[in-house]
Nanobody, 122 residues
Framework: QVQLVESGGGSVQVGGSLRLSCVIRGVTFANNCGGWFRQAPGKEREFVAQLYSSPRYADSVKGRFTISRDNAGSSLVLQMNSLKPEDTATYYC??????????????????WGQGTQVTVSS
């Protein structure tokens, strides 16, 4: 059974940092696509970052966020720096077998975590 569990969310002030982690069971991120998406209240879920062989980021987070995985592919990490109020959202970890396609709302991903809340106050 495939399971993903996110952790590391919380409340921070503008300019602060958070490190989100996603642990996966049943499959591995190695040689597969791992992604992070977020959804704010009243808004559509949106792409944040993904990783297969090379990382890709949404324009809104480039230079501030970094996606990575451990050697075994058992976890996926999103390091978030220089946080802004517009980063406030529930963040979701997702898995897709194989490579990472263009998927702005994550519809092509196979499995999802429960989400972790990130709140950035000014």
């Amino acid at each position: 059974q495939v399971q993903l569990v996110e952790s590391g969310g919380g409340s921070v002030q503008v300019g602060g940092s958070l490190r989100l982690s996603c642990v996966i069971r049943g499959v591995t991120f190695a040689n597969n696509c791992g992604g992070w998406f977020r959804q704010a209240p009243g808004k559509e879920r949106e792409f944040v970052a993904q990783l297969y062989s090379s990382p890709r980021y949404a324009d809104s987070v480039k230079g501030r966020f970094t996606i990575s995985r451990d050697n075994a592919g058992s976890s996926l990490v999103l390091q978030m720096n220089s946080l802004k109020p517009e980063d406030t959202a529930t963040y979701y970890c997702a898995y897709r077998r194989g490579g990472c396609p263009y998927s702005p709302t994550g519809r092509s991903f196979d499995y999802w975590g429960q989400g972790t809340q990130v709140t950035v106050s000014s």
